[in-house]
Structures are given as structure tokens and as C-alpha cells.
């Protein structure tokens, strides 16, 4: 059961309902985490342009989702986890590509090095080596992929931590947070 509810669409205040609806046009849907940030509509509209910016950075849908993979194993977010690999398959990942990404990996050279310096950045509270750096650019990531990265990882970091916390309902096929091996 959640711990912070979800926001009620039919009794949100206006503003809120208008904003979700544009969720609901865009998506299909309106998520559940959605539905509680927007007990605080300042946060729900900050969440959403800085999703909206991030779209149109140097990573592909299918390397955000990648990052996005990453952080929710990390910081043990079942509800990240289980939206996000469903996202990240239609954004082109296989399976073995999201399981490799949940545990900071990747299936090519490029791929790795986005996961790691995501899963790194997680583990490490942003205190990445020079070693760490200098093997995303061995791998061929550019400084805008860098900042980008760091940035993808503290927006979902903030998705993560918002639903550890609200014990968010997940309204996504569920992903066993137990890694096979």
C-alpha cells in the first residue's frame, strides 16, 4: 500500500488534471509516480521539463534507458526497474541487453560504458575516478554523453528515491528485482 497516495484525477485541482492529461495524450497513460509527484504540482512540472530536456540531449531513447536500468538496481527501485524495462524494450533493448544494464554492463563497448559510469556515479555519490572517466571516452563517449549521463542519473535517481519512499504502486509488468546470475 502507499505511503504518499496518489492524487485522485477526478478531484485533482485544475492545473494538475490538465497536466496529467497531456501525460495521458503523450503516453497512453497516467503512471502512478506521476500521479504522486503531483501531490506537489511544482514538482511534477519540474519533473516533466527536465524529462522533456533530457529527451532532446546527446543519448538516444535506448542509452537513457540504459542509464535509467542502471540506477534503479542500484538504488533498489522496483517500480524504475519494472517501468523501465518494459520501456527500454521498445526502445530497442533486448533482454539480455536490460539484464546487462541492471548490473552496470553492457553488450558492446559503448553500451558498458554508459551503464558503469551510470552505476559508478550511483555507488560512488558522483565521485567518479579520473580512471573511471577516462574509459568512457576510451569507449567513445563525448563530454555532452558525460553530462548528460550525470544528469539522467540524478533524474532517476529522484524517481527512484521518490518511490522507495511513497511505496508507489507499480501499474507496469513487474520485474523481479533478484538478478539471475
Same mark, same amino acid.
Given at each position: ?38 501531490? &506537489?504540482?511544482?514538482?511534477?512540472? @519540474?519533473? *516533466? +521539463? ?6 532532446? =540531449?546527446?543519448? %538516444?531513447?535506448? #542509452? ?44 558492446? &563497448?559503448?553500451?558498458?560504458?554508459? @551503464?558503469? *559510469? +551510470? ?6 555519490? =558522483?565521485?567518479? %575516478?579520473?580512471? #573511471? ?49
Amino acid at each position: 500500500m502507499p505511503r504518499i497516495a496518489p492524487v485522485d484525477l477526478a478531484t485533482a485541482e485544475t492545473g494538475v488534471q490538465a497536466t496529467l492529461a497531456g501525460v495521458q495524450a503523450k503516453i497512453g497513460m497516467v503512471p502512478n509516480l506521476f500521479k504522486t509527484f503531483a501531490r &506537489s504540482p511544482s514538482v511534477l512540472n @519540474a519533473f *516533466l +521539463a527536465f524529462s522533456d530536456s533530457l529527451a532532446g =540531449g546527446s543519448l %538516444s531513447a535506448r #542509452q537513457g534507458e540504459i542509464v535509467a536500468l542502471a540506477v534503479a538496481q542500484a538504488n533498489g527501485c522496483e517500480y524504475c526497474l519494472s517501468a523501465h524495462s518494459l520501456i527500454g524494450k521498445g526502445a530497442g533493448l533486448s533482454a539480455d541487453a536490460i539484464a546487462a544494464a541492471r548490473k552496470g554492463k553492457g553488450i558492446d &563497448s559503448v553500451d558498458h560504458a554508459i @551503464a558503469s *559510469l +551510470a552505476r559508478a556515479l550511483v555507488e560512488n555519490r =558522483g565521485q567518479v %575516478s579520473d580512471a #573511471q572517466l577516462a574509459e568512457a571516452r576510451l569507449a567513445g563517449l563525448d563530454d555532452a554523453q558525460i553530462v548528460d549521463i550525470v544528469a539522467a542519473v540524478a533524474l532517476n535517481t529522484m524517481t527512484n528515491f521518490m518511490n522507495n519512499v511513497a511505496h508507489t504502486t507499480v501499474d507496469f509488468p513487474k520485474v523481479d528485482m533478484v538478478l539471475a546470475a
